[in-house]
């Protein structure tokens, strides 16, 4: 019985818990940060960094961010309110497992992120629009295949393809080459590829599929 060798673990190296990625991303002219579980939960240098968006990559990796937990909260119930940042979450797994549509929907997540302008109400605290960090739990794998994606899509003119994108995403966050072959994840680069193919389609829309939806 034929059974398939385990694909070998990377080496695995200290990195900053954050790292630049693009200085202005078009047409937001916001910073993208890329991070990890560290990252994520350093406030100060969140803020240090002017950054007020947080989309979270990682199904498997929570955080307690509600540092005005509302009065309403009772006994027994988890603690919600409002949190030191916006945060979204969109959740992948680290390798096989995920839906298909799951990195496109990550893609349109983060654009809808950085269009969104929340209500001038007293319900609506975080209004400030500023830079942003995607993170997964190492920031090495889930959020580089999808700041790679976004870079590719939004700026083609300097990342012309995915690859050039995924690139420039290691080297700004100091991923080794001999670690390139797991970070990303191939099947998480297969996704974005598919993701970045869906999106030509959707923003050259064939006639019969004016609603937007991929021709196939």
Not at 133 to 155: D, E, F, T
Request: glycine letters at 8%; proline letters at 8%; a neutral charge.
């Amino acid at each position: 019985m034929n059974q398939s060798k385990p694909m070998p673990e990377a080496p695995r190296y200290d990195r900053p818990e954050i790292s630049l990625i693009e200085e202005s991303l078009d047409p937001y002219g916001v910073a993208v940060y890329v991070g990890g579980r560290e990252g994520m939960s350093n406030l100060p240098l969140l803020r240090a960094h002017g950054i007020t968006t947080v989309i979270n990559c990682a199904v498997n990796l929570d955080i307690d961010i509600v540092d005005t937990p509302d009065p309403s909260v009772g006994e027994g119930h988890l603690t919600y309110g409002h949190g030191a940042y916006r945060y979204y979450k969109l959740g992948l797994v680290d390798g096989h497992g995920n839906a298909e549509t799951m990195m496109l929907a990550g893609y349109y997540q983060v654009i809808g992120a950085l269009s969104q302008i929340l209500p001038d109400r007293a319900s609506y605290p975080l209004r400030q629009r500023g830079n942003v960090l995607i993170n997964c739990r190492g920031g090495r794998s889930r959020s580089v295949a999808l700041v790679g994606l976004l870079l590719h899509k939004q700026m083609p003119h300097r990342y012309p393809t995915l690859d050039a994108a995924l690139n420039h995403v290691r080297t700004r966050r100091e991923l080794r080459p001999d670690e390139w072959f797991e970070a990303p994840k191939p099947m998480l680069v297969a996704a974005a590829q598919t993701a970045s193919d869906w999106i030509d389609r959707i923003t050259h829309v064939d006639p019969e599929h004016k609603d937007g939806t991929p021709a196939r």
